[in-house]
């Protein structure tokens, strides 16, 4: 086993000079799978599963080893973009993937829809930064199960949001995969350094905000998920989607909300901490709490939620609560943030935008108050991220 290893180490040394390898390709591939499959599939007694950490605790593990150390890398790991440059105005970076089968599903998922939703999803975390969108860059991994006509679809989503956001496609990368699509997208934009929007800001008694409603996207999952496995039960079945159309679009072709963004700006509000909702409320009440040292209170009644996801719920058969989809369910990518107080008469005249809650001190937790007045500890449910693996 050690020759292996210390051959690989050996072939990776002389990388620089990989036409030799070329002489050996079947050697080459043989041992270099066996000495991959044997760091991928490690079973020492030391081994960790990645369920048993976590997405976060895994970023966190990864984040230790990487401390920024140039002076142009103002905010490096751990919030929606990272923040650069050494001038007054900053850029703004964020990058996101989809992978078929896990953030999306072909049998339901129209090309079109998941291009947009791709650059969406990224363009949103500028907008939690409190940034303005300029640039994206797509990288995407294809298999050849998809025809160029697939590949122009998606590019025609890819397109329109662009257009809508004012923004360009600038470059990526396109590669093959031996199954499904894979596509990524690094979105670029800008904000003055005074007026970007941390995770780390939120301060004792400021009022939690939110824009919107939440569920609605994990709820048209739902309807999408319910619809395909009575149709792979009975293919001549025709979905009935009517009367879902809201929660639907809310999956499928999400906005980011710029135009909060830009009605803040308006009133001359620069909340004191922002993120988008990607992973579901607690999740990011969780992160802003972390990041800030701060606690918080969250009225289970004053979080928004649309009647078709109240109607979602009531016709799945466990009993599934309006709220749960609220603060689990993930991808509504709606703006949740903290103001002072001092700002709540300006907040209260921007339609679409709630106050949910106040942040409290760092000793009395995180905590759904429900309408009976009690106070749960809030929880995020975490690994996976999105999609419908964690459902
Ligand atoms: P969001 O939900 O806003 O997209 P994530 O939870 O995906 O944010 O990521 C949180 C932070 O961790 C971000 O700063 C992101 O850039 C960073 N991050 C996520 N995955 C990795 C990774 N594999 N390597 C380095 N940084 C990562
Ligand atoms: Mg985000």
């Not at 979105?187 to 004792?204: F, I, L, N, P």
């Not at 309807?223 to 496995?229: A, I, T």
């Not at 928004?304 to 990518?333: H, K």
Request: proline share 4%.
């Amino acid at each position: 086993m050690l020759g292996i290893h210390f051959l690989c180490v050996i072939f990776e040394i002389v990388q620089p000079a990989k036409n030799n390898l070329i002489i050996f390709p079947f050697i080459y591939i043989l041992i270099y799978n066996y000495y991959t499959m044997e760091q991928l599939e490690y079973a020492g007694e030391n081994r960790t599963e990645l369920s048993s950490l976590g997405e976060f605790a895994l970023i966190n593990r990864i984040a230790e080893r990487f401390k920024p150390n140039n002076k142009s890398t103002v905010k490096g790991i751990g919030d929606d973009c990272a923040v650069i440059g050494t001038g007054k105005q900053k850029v703004l970076v964020s990058t996101n993937t989809m992978s078929e089968g896990v953030q999306f599903d072909m049998m339901y998922t129209p090309l079109k829809h998941l291009g947009y939703k791709a650059v969406a999803r990224s363009l949103s975390n500028i907008a939690a930064m409190n940034g303005v969108p300029l640039q994206v860059l797509v990288s995407m991994a294809v298999s050849n199960r998809y025809s160029v006509e697939a590949i122009e679809e998606l590019y025609e989503g890819i397109y329109r949001c662009c257009e809508r956001y004012d923004v360009d496609l600038v470059g990526g990368d396109t590669t093959t995969s031996l199954s499904g699509l894979v596509i990524t997208v690094t979105a670029v934009g800008t904000a003055d350094e005074d007026k970007v929007v941390y995770r780390s800001g939120a301060k004792q008694y400021d009022l939690i905000c939110c824009s919107g409603d939440l569920g609605s996207a994990y709820s048209g999952l739902l309807v999408l998920e319910r619809e395909k496995v009575t149709y792979q039960a009975d293919p001549s079945f025709q979905p009935d989607l009517d009367g879902y159309d809201y929660v639907l679009e809310r999956f499928l072709k999400p906005e980011p909300r710029f135009d909060i963004i830009a009605e803040l700006r308006k009133k001359e509000i620069v909340p004191t901490s922002m993120i988008d909702v990607s992973d579901g409320l607690a999740s990011e009440l969780l992160h802003i709490c972390k990041e800030s040292s701060c606690g918080c209170e969250v009225y289970e009644d004053r979080i928004p939620i649309d009647y078709q996801t109240t109607r979602v719920c009531s016709e799945m058969s466990n009993n599934m609560l309006p709220v749960s989809n609220a603060l689990n369910g993930g991808e509504d990518y709606e703006l949740l943030f903290t103001i002072s107080q001092n700002d709540y008469e300006k907040v209260k005249t921007i339609e679409g935008v709630h106050v949910i809650g106040h942040i409290t001190d760092q000793a009395s937790g995180a905590k759904l108050v429900t309408p009976q007045n009690t106070a749960i500890k809030l929880v995020a449910q975490g690994w996976p991220s999105d999609s419908n693996e964690n459902k």
